[in-house]
Nanobody
Framework: QVQLVESGGGLVQAGGSLRLSCLAS????????MAWYRQAPGKQRELVAS???????NYADSVLGRFTISRDNAKNAVYLQMDSLKPEDTAVYYC????????WGQGTQVTVSS
C-alpha cells in the first residue's frame, strides 16, 4: 500500500531555512506527479508546491520565490527547500501524489517564530 514518511520539520526563527524530505513507497513513484501540502491550525489543508514526473514545478503564490520542490526518483523521495521562512508558514507539512485525497502520512511540523 501507499506509504509516505515526511521528515525535516522543526522550530526555526523567521528568515531561517528548513529542508523537508518525503520517502514514498507502494506505488510507481517516478511516474507520478508529487506535491507538498500544509495544514495550519484551524485551516484547511492547502497545496504548497508540486512537481510533475517531467520535473515541471508549480508553487502557491504565498511561497513562490522562497520554496523549492525537487525529487529524486532513484530514492523515491521528494524534497521541499524552504527559505526566508515566515511565521505564517507554520503548519504541518505533508507530501502526497498530486490531487490524491487519501493515504496521507503523519506529516512533519514546521514552526516559525517571529
Amino acid at each position: 500500500q501507499v506509504q509516505l514518511v515526511e521528515s525535516g520539520g522543526g522550530l526555526v526563527q523567521a528568515g531561517g531555512s528548513l529542508r523537508l524530505s518525503c520517502l514514498a513507497s507502494g506505488f510507481f513513484f517516478a511516474g507520478n506527479n508529487m506535491a507538498w501540502y500544509r495544514q495550519a491550525p484551524g485551516k484547511q489543508r492547502e497545496l504548497v508546491a508540486s512537481i510533475t514526473s517531467t520535473i515541471i514545478t508549480n508553487y502557491a503564490d504565498s511561497v513562490l520565490g522562497r520554496f523549492t520542490i525537487s525529487r529524486d526518483n532513484a530514492k523515491n523521495a521528494v524534497y521541499l527547500q524552504m527559505d526566508s521562512l515566515k511565521p505564517e508558514d507554520t503548519a504541518v507539512y505533508y507530501c502526497n501524489v498530486l490531487y490524491r485525497t487519501d493515504s496521507w502520512g503523519q506529516g512533519t511540523q514546521v514552526t516559525v517564530s517571529s
